[in-house]
């Protein structure tokens, strides 16, 4: 039986609607544990930036309830809980606003009181994490989208947050920017190994960042479980408007061609590569 306070962030029944009448999220129940590393993934639409935003305690939900480290998303608490959830937005000049890179990755400790000197740590420690060492007097919005989303990211990091919220991190994003963010991400927790949450469509970034998976559609929490069990299911991927990663369709027909054992199920281009090089290794010499 698991124990409540191996919960990180959970929801049980959560709907909520726009003021327009637009309903969001329908009943989403999902549990994540402290230390997890998940995707919420779906289509544009299904709900993913409004589900992180409860989570942040940004929205209130209309019915159900959302609690993060045990604590419910509350008046009382959302102090606390904001203290230990650091959310990025899918646009980063959302969430830039200062002068410079410093001031903008300072902010937040700033606002918790602290002393000048850990203001002053925290803010080149988080820099130091996402490579923009030297970035600190640069003009936020002169930098690159991808510049933006990592200063967006370090703004984040210098609040040390138990729970980090990521939306839409390769969106926008030319091919190198987006593998910098890739790695950017996938080395994350090395240190302070917090919760990690992201939400995405983009199926290729998930089986590199993650170990589980939520599929959302349309309000609702349709699938969930490992990466690769998730997107075996290529019925359920093709209702939410998704398609598995290219990979992986490959290796599907190969197997079906009989090209390559049955229930070979690369998802990134390492494990393909792997795969490719075992088979090779236990092919049987023609006579």
Do not use: W
């Not at 609607?17 to 289509?43: H, Q």
């Amino acid at each position: 039986m698991i124990e409540v306070s191996e919960v990180a962030v959970e929801l049980k029944d959560v709907t909520y609607a726009y003021p327009d009448g637009l309903v969001a999220l329908d009943g989403v129940s999902l549990r994540v544990m402290r230390g997890e590393k998940v995707a919420i993934l779906g289509p544009n639409g299904a709900g993913k930036s409004t589900l992180l935003m409860h989570m942040a305690g940004i929205l209130t939900s209309s019915r159900g309830e959302v609690k993060i480290l045990d604590l419910p998303v509350n008046n009382k608490n959302i102090r606390e809980i904001r203290r230990n959830v650091g959310l990025t937005f899918q646009n980063p000049d959302d969430q830039l606003f200062c002068n410079t890179v410093f001031e903008d990755v300072a902010y937040g400790p700033l606002n918790l009181g602290l002393t000048e000197e850990e203001v002053n740590s925290r803010t080149e420690d988080a820099l130091r994490q996402v490579g923009l060492e030297g970035y600190e007097r640069r003009l936020p919005h002169h930098l690159s989208e991808g510049e933006k989303k990592k200063v967006a990211i370090a703004s984040v990091l210098s609040m040390q947050p138990k729970v980090l919220l990521i939306d839409e991190p390769t969106a926008n994003l030319d091919p190198k920017s987006r593998e910098e963010l890739i790695e950017l991400i996938k080395n994350l927790g090395k240190r302070r190994n917090p919760t990690l949450i992201v939400a995405t469509h983009d199926v290729d970034l998930v089986p590199q960042v993650v170990d589980k998976t939520f599929i959302l559609n349309k309000g609702r929490i349709v699938a969930e479980g490992p990466v690769r069990e998730v997107f075996s299911k290529l019925n359920l991927m093709r209702e939410a408007k998704l398609e598995p990663p290219p990979i992986l369709r490959l290796f599907q027909l190969m197997a079906e061609k009989s090209i390559v054992p049955p229930g070979t199920k690369p998802l990134t281009i390492d494990e393909a590569l792997n795969e490719i090089q075992h088979i090779i290794q236990h092919q049987k010499p023609k006579s």
